[in-house]
């Protein structure tokens, strides 16, 4: 497979996308300065639609498709699509992921983070940092006139040797023009297939790794909200990136 040409960006929408990037990781900054036990879901989302506003953005999530607040929240066996309230409060030994989406003068940047909140405990620890590892070995296989597949694959590989499963079903995404563009990106396709990485393509790498089972379901009261079938926790990392002439760029993380 290859990508289509809109998939490939200018260097003006590149470079629009890149400020983008900078202050969706801005806006993450802070949530790392400022998040901690006893804090309610609600006031992250607080944090980010001030902050998001303050630096000249627009939050990406509110609104879309109905998604009702400016941020995702999923604590624990929230997979992803976790909606900010008022009644979820972050305790000891939580671990949450923040994914923050920024329009900037039109521009889409997306990101995410997993904070750890108290005193975790250590297998706990032990699937946040793996998680992360998992995103930063996908990363290591963006070169351009390779495969998405072939990122796939390492950050899989990567799960698997520590036991943990890659979930199937959600994966990322193009990402600039549009909050969610082609292609779908795959953190489970087997080395040399899925699509070709070409210079200008940007997407993010955003693997949900689960300790338990890699099966999820939706919370059907809510219509958003992911949770893992077994309610084992699970944790993502998300890095936006550019393929470039030589390997990749990160525009956000
Ligand atoms: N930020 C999520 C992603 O990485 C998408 C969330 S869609 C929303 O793809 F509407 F829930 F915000
Ligand atoms: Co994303």
């Not at 993450?28 to 998040?35: F, K, P, R």
């Not at 070169?143 to 079903?169: C, Q, T």
């Not at 080395?191 to 200008?200: H, K, Q, R």
Request: net charge negative; proline share 5%.
């Amino acid at each position: 497979m290859v990508p289509d040409h809109d998939m490939i960006k200018n260097p003006e929408q590149i470079a629009g996308i890149r400020e983008s990037g900078r202050i969706n990781t801005l806006v993450l900054d802070y949530v790392a300065e400022h998040i901690r036990e006893g804090m309610t879901t609600a006031e992250i989302d607080r944090l980010v639609d001030t902050r998001t506003r303050e630096l000249g953005g627009i939050p990406a999530p509110l609104g879309y498709e109905g998604f009702p607040k400016s941020v995702c929240t999923s604590v624990n066996s929230q997979v992803c699509h976790g909606i900010p309230d008022e009644g979820v409060v972050l305790k000891d030994g939580d671990i949450v992921n923040v994914d923050v989406s920024t329009i900037y003068n039109g521009y889409y940047g997306d990101s995410s983070r997993m904070f750890c909140i108290g005193n975790v405990k250590e297998e706990n620890l032990r699937l946040v940092r793996v998680a992360k590892e998992c995103m930063e070995m996908g990363i290591e296989q963006v070169k351009p006139w390779r495969f998405l597949g072939d990122m796939a694959d390492a950050v899989n590989r990567h799960a698997k040797e520590n036991g943990y499963s890659v979930v199937i079903d959600i994966g990322g995404h193009g990402v600039g023009l549009e909050f969610h563009e082609d292609p779908f990106v795959s953190y489970v396709a087997p080395a040399g297939t899925e699509m070709l990485m070409v210079p200008g393509m940007i997407f993010t790498i955003e693997p949900m790794i689960n300790m338990g089972t890699a099966d999820i379901y939706l919370d059907d009261k809510n219509g958003w909200t992911i949770y893992t079938e077994d309610g084992k926790p699970s944790a993502q990392w998300e890095t936006m990136v550019l393929v470039t002439e030589d390997g990749c760029e990160i525009l956000a993380h």
